[in-house]
């Protein structure tokens, strides 16, 4: 089993950036495929970035790309969300996720969660 720790979240403005970091402990993170989804308020969880496990494949959400920038430091057991040119649309709490099998865009597919950490873009 494998412990998901998000930090990185925070308040800033629109058109801001933010590095959100998640931090796994428990079990080596390269032996997951790894994404981050996000959960406004009132609203479904939805896909934002995936990543395979050799950081040589990655997937984003149409309303994310070319905005947010996923990568992964295996050495270091940590997975990163670049998130450039923020719009208000972006406030969400993120979680970062770990599926043992497949790189997707489901959050039924993935097998552990972190708590989540909170960003809110202002107007």
């Known amino acids: 089993q494998v412990q998901l720790v998000e930090s990185g979240g925070g308040l800033v403005q629109a058109g801001g950036s933010l590095k959100l970091s998640c931090a796994a402990s428990?079990?080596?993170?390269?032996?997951?495929?790894m994404g981050w989804l996000r959960q406004a308020p009132g609203k479904e969880r939805e896909f934002v970035a995936a990543i395979n496990r050799i950081n040589a494949i990655t997937d984003y959400a149409d309303s994310v790309k070319g905005r947010f920038t996923i990568s992964r430091d295996n050495a270091k057991n940590t997975v990163y969300l670049q998130m450039n040119s923020l719009k208000p649309e972006d406030t969400a709490v993120y979680y970062c996720?770990?599926?043992?099998?497949?790189?997707?865009?489901?959050?039924?597919?993935?097998?552990?969660w972190g708590q989540g950490t909170q960003v809110t873009v202002s107007s």
């Open positions: 428990g079990r080596t993170l390269s032996n997951y495929f």
């Open positions: 996720a770990a599926s043992r099998d497949v790189m997707s865009r489901m959050p039924h597919r993935y097998d552990y």
